[in-house]
C-alpha cells in the first residue's frame, strides 16, 4: 500500500500484535488480538464508506490479483485463503492446478485485495506453526494427512467466525454513531459485494463450485479451533521455523 494512512494503520495493527506476542498473561494477549481485529474491520469499513460516498463515475473499481497456494494441502489452505477473502469482500477463483498447488485469482477492490493478501500470509504461518507443535503423534504417515487435514479446515472456519464477527461488531458500530445521515454499513457493504461479483462473472463466466471435505480426524478438528482461537487476526507476520512436509 502507497497510501500514508493505510500505511499508518497497519503499524499500529502490528505494534498491538507485538505486545499480544510479547505479553506472558494469555487474558492480555487476547484482549491485544480483538483490538487489532477491530481496527482492521473498522479501517475496511471507513475505506467502504469513502467509496460510497464518491460519485459513481470516480469510484474505484475492483482489480485481480494472482495468488500461489503452494502444496502440501492446497486444496484446505485456499479454504483459508476463501474466508479470509470472503471477510474482506473478495472473491477467490481457481485458475489452474499443479503438482505444486493451485494458483487462484484474488478478485476486490484493491484495499481489500492488499488486507486479504496480508491477513492470508500471517495465518498461513500461524497455522503451519500451530500445526506443528500440536500435531499428536499418528501411527501411519495416512493418518497424519488426515489430522492435518482437518486441522487446517477447522482453524479456517475457526478464523472465519472471528473475522465475520469483528466485521458485524463494526458495522453495528458504524451505524450507531452516523445515525440516519449516512447509508448503513450492510447496504453499502453489499453494494461493494455486487461490484465484485459482477467483475468475478464478467472474467470467469463458467464458473463451478467445488467442494473440500472437512477430513476425517477429530483430534485434528478439536486442535485446528484451538489454534483458530488464538490466531492472530491483525496481519503480523513472522518466519516459520520449519517447513511443512508432506
Known amino acids: 500500500m502507497n497510501d500514508p494512512l493505510a500505511s499508518d494503520r497497519l503499524r499500529k495493527v502490528r505494534a498491538l500484535l507485538a505486545k499480544a506476542e510479547e505479553t506472558n498473561f494469555p487474558d492480555e494477549a487476547t484482549t491485544y488480538l480483538s483490538?487489532?481485529?477491530?481496527?482492521?474491520?473498522?479501517?475496511?469499513?471507513?475505506?467502504?464508506?469513502?467509496?460510497?460516498?464518491?460519485?459513481?463515475?470516480?469510484?474505484?473499481?475492483?482489480?485481480t490479483r494472482t495468488v500461489d497456494v503452494t502444496a502440501p494441502y492446497a486444496n484446505r489452505k485456499t479454504v483459508l485463503?476463501?474466508?479470509?477473502?470472503?471477510?474482506?469482500?473478495?472473491?477467490?477463483?481457481?485458475?489452474?492446478?499443479?503438482?505444486?498447488g493451485h494458483r487462484v485469482a484474488l478478485i476486490g477492490f484493491g484495499h481489500d485485495v492488499e488486507v486479504t493478501e496480508l491477513l492470508f500470509s500471517s495465518l498461513l504461518v500461524q497455522m503451519t506453526r500451530a500445526m506443528l507443535a500440536d500435531e499428536s503423534r499418528q501411527p501411519t504417515p495416512t493418518a497424519t494427512a488426515q489430522w492435518r487435514r482437518s486441522f487446517i479446515v477447522a482453524f479456517s472456519n475457526r478464523v472465519d467466525e472471528r473475522l465475520q464477527s469483528a466485521r458485524h461488531t463494526a458495522g453495528v458500530e458504524?451505524?450507531?454513531v452516523a445515525g440516519a445521515s449516512q447509508p448503513s454499513?450492510?447496504?453499502?457493504?453489499?453494494d461493494r459485494s455486487k461490484r465484485v461479483d459482477e467483475e468475478t462473472r464478467r472474467q470467469f463466466p463458467r464458473l463451478r463450485s467445488s467442494y473440500v471435505s472437512s477430513g476425517s480426524s477429530s483430534s485434528g478438528a478439536r486442535a485446528g479451533k484451538r489454534a483458530g482461537d488464538r490466531a492472530e487476526l491483525g496481519g503480523h507476520l513472522k518466519p516459520s521455523p520449519r517447513a511443512l512436509r508432506r
Not at 473498522?42 to 470516480?58: C, I
Not at 454499513?185 to 453489499?190: F, K, W
Open 185 to 190: 454499513a450492510a447496504l453499502v457493504l453489499i
Open 81 to 100: 485463503l476463501g474466508v479470509v477473502a470472503q471477510a474482506n469482500g473478495c472473491r477467490v477463483i481457481r485458475m489452474s492446478t499443479s503438482s505444486n
Open 35 to 63: 483490538k487489532a481485529a477491530a481496527l482492521v474491520s473498522k479501517w475496511e469499513l471507513d475505506e467502504a464508506m469513502v467509496w460510497a460516498d464518491t460519485p459513481e463515475q470516480e469510484r474505484s473499481a475492483p482489480i
Open 174 to 176: 458504524h451505524d450507531r
